[in-house]
């Protein structure tokens, strides 16, 4: 995974949840190459109602922190579903989540 792209990512918050997306493990891959940025993310459910939002904020998170971008793709993917599990131990103790 591409450093820069996870940086970038780990400005985005989750709204609902107050955690950042790489933290809370809904990015799967983060790749650039020659200038073309390539995401996988999930979100913690399928219905989520933040899914555009966060994806949005992704996207502009990139453009404004990774250097020689042309082209952003984000794209949503929900295989394999998200488990708390995913979570840095960070992002459990920020949650106050234990033994996932």
Same mark, same amino acid.
């Given at each position: 995974?591409?450093?820069? $792209? @996870?940086?970038? @990512?780990?400005? $985005?918050?989750? #709204?609902? &949840? /107050?955690?950042?997306? $790489?933290? @809370?493990? &809904? ?7 020659? /200038? ?5 993310? %999930? &979100?913690?459910? +399928? !219905?989520?109602? &933040?899914? /555009? ?8 998170? *990139?453009?404004? %922190? $990774? ?6 793709? *984000? /794209?949503?993917?929900?295989? #394999? +579903?998200?488990? #708390? ?9 920020? @949650? !106050?989540?234990?033994?996932?």
């Amino acid at each position: 995974m591409d450093e820069r $792209v @996870l940086e970038a @990512l780990r400005e $985005v918050v989750d #709204p609902e &949840l /107050g955690v950042n997306v $790489v933290d @809370l493990g &809904l990015v799967y891959n983060a790749e650039v190459e020659d /200038g073309q940025v390539q995401v996988a993310m %999930t &979100l913690t459910t +399928p !219905g989520c109602p &933040l899914a /555009g939002q966060i994806r949005d904020m992704a996207e502009a998170a *990139i453009w404004r %922190t $990774v250097p020689d971008v042309e082209s952003v793709d *984000i /794209g949503i993917v929900w295989s #394999p +579903p998200w488990r #708390p599990s995913m979570m840095t131990d960070d992002a459990r103790d920020e @949650l !106050g989540w234990m033994d996932y």
